[in-house]
């Protein structure tokens, strides 16, 4: 009777395991679940690259301003050199009294022209 009951017992036992892993494998398998998992999967994956892109643009960042140190200490060149002014020049002249027109131009104002 004991050896009866210890397998009936144990029987169920795996029953209710088996059933509880086949329907976790179920819900997995479902097309919300899915998604969801694809979703986190990318999610995970472009912040993994995003880090690594940070990290190596870090990494040339330093190396480009060790590589000009060592240049301009070969070279003798002044860390802070001074820019020239910058330039100024007037595109178009203001002068409404006596506008300037150009005549016998060879331009075409035709915008159809270059398609």
Known sequence: M???TFWFTTGVAAGVWATTKVNR???QLTP???AATAANKALETGHRIKDRAIGFAL???ENMAQREAE???ALGIDADPELP???RF???ENNRSNPKYIENTTYSY???EDH
Do not use: H, M, Y
């Open 2 to 4: 004991f050896r009866r």
């Open 25 to 27: 494998k179920l819900r």
């Open 32 to 34: 919300e679940s899915l």
């Open 59 to 61: 990494d040339v960042r």
């Open 71 to 73: 240049l301009g200490d």
């Open 85 to 87: 002014a910058p330039r």
């Open 90 to 92: 007037t595109a178009i």
């Open 110 to 112: 035709d915008r159809n």
